[in-house]
C-alpha cells in the first residue's frame, strides 16, 4: 500500500524554465510534508517543508504548494538549473509516528542548459 | 563537521549469509533511523531509535532483520540468512531530536548485492 506516490518516474525541463514536481497521499493523518534532493551515491538531503497549515512555503527558488482536500503538494523550481538535475523524493509524516518518513518514489529532474 | 557516515559502502554477499551495516551518526545527535532503497523504489522505513527509549521497529520486513545502537551512537543493523530480495542500498539518518521538525541528515547509504 504506496500511501505516498510520485507517479511521474522522470521529468526533463530547459534551464531556466520552471521545474513542476507532484506528488500525491493516500493517508489523511499525515499533517507534515517535506522534500528531499538526491544526488548518486549520496543520500538525500533535506529541501523544504510545509505543515499541513499552510499551502504554501517558498525558500528561495523552491516553493511547495500543499492542496490538502485533493490530498496533493508540489515543488516549484524557477529557474531551473542545470545542478538542480537530480531525484527528487517526497515525504510524509504523521504526528501520531513522529519522526518515522513515508517516502515516494522519486521523480528524477534533468535540467538540460 | 562530520555527516552521517556508514561502511562498508559497497557489500556483496552469497544467499544465506549474515552480514553487518554500521551507521555512525552525527555526533549529538538522539534520534537515528534505517532505511532501505530497493532498485526503482522510493525509501522504505526499517526502525528508528531515540536516545533510551525503545526502538520503533514496525518497519522491519522479518525477523531476520535486528538494529542495536549502542550508547546512544553507533548503531549496527545485522540481516541474518541474506536473501537476493534484501539487494538495496540501506541509508542511515540522523537528527538532533525525533520531533518531525528535526532534520533528519543521511549518509551516503550501503549497497548491499545478495547473490
Known amino acids: 500500500d504506496q500511501q505516498v506516490k510520485q507517479n511521474s518516474p522522470s521529468l526533463s525541463v530547459q534551464e531556466g524554465r520552471i521545474s513542476i514536481l507532484n506528488c500525491d497521499y493516500t493517508?489523511?493523518?499525515?499533517?507534515?510534508f517535506l522534500w528531499y534532493k538526491k544526488y548518486p551515491a549520496e543520500g538525500p538531503t533535506f529541501l523544504i517543508s510545509i505543515s499541513s497549515i499552510k499551502d504554501k512555503n517558498e525558500d528561495g527558488r523552491f516553493t511547495v504548494f500543499l492542496n490538502k482536500s485533493a490530498k496533493h503538494l508540489s515543488l516549484h523550481i524557477v529557474p531551473s538549473q542545470p545542478g538542480d538535475s537530480a531525484v527528487y523524493f517526497c515525504a510524509a509524516s504523521a504526528q501520531s509516528n513522529t519522526g518515522k518518513l513515508i517516502f515516494g518514489q522519486g521523480t528524477t529532474l534533468q535540467v538540460k542548459p | 563537521g562530520a555527516g552521517v557516515s556508514q561502511s562498508p559502502s559497497n557489500k556483496v554477499t552469497e544467499k544465506g549469509k549474515d552480514v553487518e551495516l554500521r551507521c555512525d551518526p552525527i555526533s549529538g545527535h538522539t534520534a537515528l533511523y534505517w532505511y532501505r532503497q530497493s532498485l526503482g523504489q522510493g525509501l522504505e522505513f526499517l526502525i528508528y531509535f531515540q536516545g533510551n527509549s525503545a526502538p520503533d521497529k514496525s518497519g522491519l520486513p522479518s525477523d531476520r532483520f535486528s538494529a542495536e545502537r549502542t550508547g546512544g551512537s553507533v548503531s549496527t543493523l545485522t540481516i541474518q540468512r541474506t536473501q537476493q530480495e534484501d539487494s538495496a542500498v540501506y541509508l542511515c539518518?540522523?537528527?538532533?531530536?525525533?520531533?518531525?521538525?528535526?532534520?533528519?541528515?543521511f549518509g551516503p547509504g550501503t549497497r548491499l548485492t545478495v547473490l
Open positions: 539518518a540522523s537528527s538532533f531530536r525525533q520531533g518531525r521538525r528535526d532534520t533528519q541528515y
Open positions: 493517508n489523511s493523518m499525515f499533517d507534515y
